[in-house]
């Protein structure tokens, strides 16, 4: 990270890069904005990039790619088996995490897939800081169940605790007991913790939960996607490794865990995924399903050319001047709306800024998705694509009832070194005239509702005109400006 002093006394997140390949981007009319969102079912998903302004729906697959990994890519070696691509990137990931075994799978929830398809067992429990939604899913599709022992501090939207994707380790011992340690198929610690606002781990957390699990003889997965932001919190925010290395840190997490799984969508800016072990065993077992599943072992379900990427993203990946780019960037945008007194996740984590919908938009009911209303209005103000992070991403009880979120959530994700500071200002302040007319906000309803996952491509309708009353606010106050 840049320790750079400004004259003026002020902190600028200066960018430590420069963008030699650049997309055209389109701003629509508000009127074009608000076609699409209803073509779109009121479903950020499910708009089309070209009609986007600022994709801040996600970091996974959009991040920028170095030169570095672009020219990686020209020697890929194509080969169904035996790939010299394949060796590469496996020695790069036995260097940086020091496990021995490393499985290739197309992405973060091919990994989730073959764990869970390996591990879990019909009416066993996985224990995690957080669920992830692919992540859950997999475990239910099993016949397991997923129980959330985040600390307290965790849920509460503003809170002073610098890491709140920690597991509640009494929690931890309290559920060994009742449960039962033999029914317990893992305990998960999600790195960077994204459903709860990008919040991080500290290394003393991952330390005692590994303690616990290994006096219990319970498998500890670290879901690693979201390492780099966990890892810049850990060296910013923790005294002990103020002056430690990267990757000494990352040695670290992995001597306290059995397996480490990860998307390269996010971790290492490629396409891709894997499992790491050293664990003989569980190998062996896992090994049996990247051919069944993925492809052959040598490549799982990946191009040769990502891989190439993926080796040196992740090598890269250790460079604090890499991996800070995207925190600086999310404090910045959250010190600009909470300015504005406009509520959001604090303190401010890695992926990206999230609003709190349930502040925002308390007028709405939580079962007409505040936040993924939230979303909706975001894309007309501004062509900015969000994510609800809410009861929307929620799967129903099995009695059909409404599972209603703990938090409501409007992520605004930066893929890494894509956005100019210019661009995170447009943002505050198409936000800020949101908060202003926040009223003017109506609530959704589903027309088409699948059942699993149904936040990637259910539709929905708002439940009043309130789209057309927000695009005459609009033009009201911004008179023929896009
Ligand atoms: C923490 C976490 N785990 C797993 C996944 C799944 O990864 P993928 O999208 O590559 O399947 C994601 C994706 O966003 C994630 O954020």
Known sequence: MPNLKFFSGESVPLEMHKVRMVQKINLHPVEKRMQCMSEAGFNTFLLKNLDIFLDMLTDSGVNAMSEKQYAAMLQADDSYAGSETYFRLEKVLQDIFGMKHFLPAHQGRACEHIIAQTIVKPGSVALMNYHFTTTKAHVSLMG??????????????????LFKGDMDTGKLTEAVKRIGKEKISFVRIEAGTNLVGGQPVSMANLREVSRICRSEGI???????????????????????KDADIKDITREIASLVDIIYFSSRKLGAARGGGILTSNEELFIKMREMVPLYEGFLTYGGMSVREMEAMAVGLQESMDMDVISQTPIFVEALCSELQAKGIPVVTPPGGLGCHIDATEFCSHIPQTHYRAGALASAVFIAGGIRGMERG????????????????????????????????????????????????NLIGGLEFVEEPKVLRFFFGRLKPVSNWPDMLVQQFRKDFGESL
Do not use: C, H
């Not at 129980?147 to 605790?161: A, R, T, V, W, Y």
């Open 391 to 438: 009861t929307m991403s929620e799967q129903r009880n099995e009695d059909g009832s409404e599972r209603l979120a703990e938090m409501e959530l409007l992520r605004l994700a930066f893929p890494k070194r894509v956005f100019t500071l210019s661009q995170v200002k447009y943002v505050a302040d198409r936000i800020a005239w949101l908060f202003k007319n926040r």
């Open 144 to 161: 397991g169940t997923v129980e959330e022992l985040i600390n307290d501090e965790g849920l509460k939207i503003q809170s002073s605790n």
């Open 219 to 241: 498998k500890l997965i670290y879901d690693a996607s979201l390492l780099t932001d966990n890892l810049y919190f850990i060296k910013i925010r923790d005294p002990e490794f």
